[in-house]
């Protein structure tokens, strides 16, 4: 990869996307593992064991203060569901299973500590990692972080920054930090409002890299294998969020494509708002990015993706609790359009404390409108959280991964009835349609017919129609938004929207690509929401093409 023959030459690595957002930057290398030699010997007495679970009773204690003290600040800078992960491990440490387990290897098979914990925490492990359950799966990450703790303790070892101590070391600064996974100690120990993104080579969608990146908005690829060997600390970085890339040593025209710069006012055409006739909306998937999207004077949200909320709380929430978030992000928009998307888990987004059985085709699986059919009770509550802001405001409801219209019939008759269970005003909701999967286009006047408004997910649509895995890199080359099949589609989608006189927004991620905006005029699609801090970029381009138009 980057020998030095070539270390300047550009090295794309393909990635989950954790967190969407672009940053270039220089690398900080982060290590969490100074455990590879681990002293091993035979304890020769009695008293040679007594005082070895004495040494370990010592550091239970401190590690457990430690994490008390974790969750607490990370409970002030982030948020107290994300403290529960620490607290969560102090439980998991303090397990008497584990524990007993950790004394026999001392007193039966006489393992000095730091031998005992590493083998029977890697153990348990590794038996997690294999374990068919998602959820469970992931907490293996929590035993590795809690044996990393403990060996840290005993050995009086720190984890930290590779080049700590050297003269260079800027600690992690307004740098991109690379790191086997994110872990707790990287919370408590770094200025995260100077980093400027996360690269690992592990952590699914639900790990804590995942949870902790999303919630301070920090743009974040993990799943990238080996990446600690192959990049140095200073070697410069960019990261791709919204696509899962990477790319070491990029060139200056990948870095002016994709890292978005703030429209300067000597710009001829730089403009505040959205041309005459044109409308862009972000995409939000927390209250930081709703304010986001407020800052930069965003038209409305055009895609409230609501999967992030349980996703951190790692529960399902009551109606009462969903309202109140939702009704936060109404009030913040003060009469701009929001549109909140129904959940849509399954694919890329499970929810781990739903125990979803695992499936050999996720993407074709339990998802979006399937998942909501089935599951009423998940439904209900959130419709009708969702159906009671319209006592206050205007709301849009969008339904995701609809495939026809008799399921859209259905989505909207469940809708209605547990609706009228409630509160709520029906001529202040608007139902839509995503339209993500191809079948869908091809009914598409049946499903204009029963909707208020279609909204086009681009990110799966063309996984679909192309047959392609939008998260493999092995086929990454053929996920392609030029492609003249997928503008064909689009065409056609617009022809029907305004057939039907019904409004049409896309809202993937291509619809912020430069060049995408003045092709989707061209197909008659004006309304288009992109992350917020694209939203000048892509008004820039609107006004751009307008100008040439007039
Ligand atoms: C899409 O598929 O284009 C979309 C906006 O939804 P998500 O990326 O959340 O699947
Ligand atoms: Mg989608």
Redesign the pocket.
């Known amino acids: 990869m980057s020998d030095s023959s070539d270390s300047r030459k550009q090295h794309r690595f393909k990635g989950l996307t954790i967190n969407s957002g672009t940053v270039n930057g220089k690398v900080c290398l982060y290590s969490a593992e100074r455990h590879k030699a681990i002293p091993q010997y035979s304890l020769p007495t009695e008293s040679s064991v007594e005082q070895e679970l004495k040494r370990f009773d010592e550091v239970l204690v401190q590690c457990s203060l430690e994490l008390n003290r974790i969750a607490s600040d990370v409970s002030e800078k982030i948020g107290r569901t994300e403290a529960e992960i620490f607290l969560a491990q102090k439980h998991i440490m303090n397990d008497p299973k584990l524990l007993a387990s950790l004394r026999k290897e001392v007193v039966e098979a006489r393992k000095n500590i730091e031998w005992a914990i590493s083998d029977v925490l890697s153990n348990y492990e590794e038996k997690f990692a294999n374990l068919d359950n998602q959820y469970l799966r992931e907490r293996s990450s929590d035993i590795g972080e809690i044996r990393r703790r403990l060996l840290s303790r005993i050995s009086n070892k720190k984890i930290g920054f590779i080049c700590e101590g050297q003269s260079n070391c800027i600690q992690g600064e307004n740098r991109i930090i690379v790191a086997e996974e994110l872990t707790p100690d990287m919370v408590v120990n770094m200025n995260l409002e100077r980093v400027l993104g996360f690269v690992t080579e592990r952590g699914g969608i639900t790990s804590h890299a995942a949870i902790l990146a999303r919630a301070l908005g920090i743009p974040a690829v993990s799943g990238i294998p080996g990446i600690m060997d192959i990049v140095h600390c200073g070697d410069q970085m960019l990261i791709d969020g919204d696509n899962g890339d990477i790319f070491v040593n990029p060139d200056l025209q990948l870095i002016a494509s994709l890292v978005p710069v703030e429209p300067v006012q000597s710009e001829a055409v730089c403009v505040l708002g959205s041309p005459a006739g044109t409308e862009v909306l972000a995409n939000a998937s927390t209250i930081e990015d709703v304010k986001s999207a407020l800052g930069v004077g965003s038209d409305g949200i055009g895609l409230f993706r609501t999967e992030i909320l349980f996703i951190k709380a790692d529960r399902l929430l009551n109606e009462e609790e969903q309202y109140s978030y939702y009704r936060q992000i109404v009030r913040l928009m003060r009469g701009k359009p929001v549109t909140f998307r129904m959940l849509?888990v399954g694919g890329d987004k499970p929810l781990p404390f739903l125990r979803m059985r695992k499936e050999s085709n996720p993407y074709l699986g339990w998802r979006g409108a399937r998942f909501l059919l089935g599951s009423p009770e998940f439904f209900s509550l959130q419709i009708k959280a969702l159906g009671r802001l319209s006592t206050e405001a205007n709301i849009k409801i969008l339904f995701?991964?609809v495939i026809d219209a008799a399921q859209q019939k259905e989505l909207l008759e469940f809708s209605h009835k547990a609706l009228s269970e409630t509160e709520c005003d029906m001529s202040r909701i608007e139902f839509g349609a995503?339209f993500?999967v191809p079948s869908a286009f091809l009914q598409a006047s049946q499903i204009f017919d029963l909707v208020d408004f279609g909204s086009i997910?681009s990110?799966?649509l063309i996984q679909y129609l192309f047959a392609i895995d939008r998260t493999n890199e092995l086929v990454s080359q053929d996920y392609n938004p030029d492609h003249p099949v997928l503008w064909d589609m689009l065409k056609m989608l617009s022809e029907s929207a305004q057939k039907a006189a019904k409004p049409l927004s896309i809202c993937g991620e291509m619809a912020g690509r430069e060049g995408m905006p003045k092709k989707l005029l061209d197909v008659g699609i004006r309304s288009m929401s992109v992350a917020p801090r694209l939203i000048s970029r892509v008004r820039n381009e609107l006004a751009r093409y307008a100008g040439v138009l007039a």
């Open positions: 849509d995701p991964m995503m993500e997910g990110n799966d």
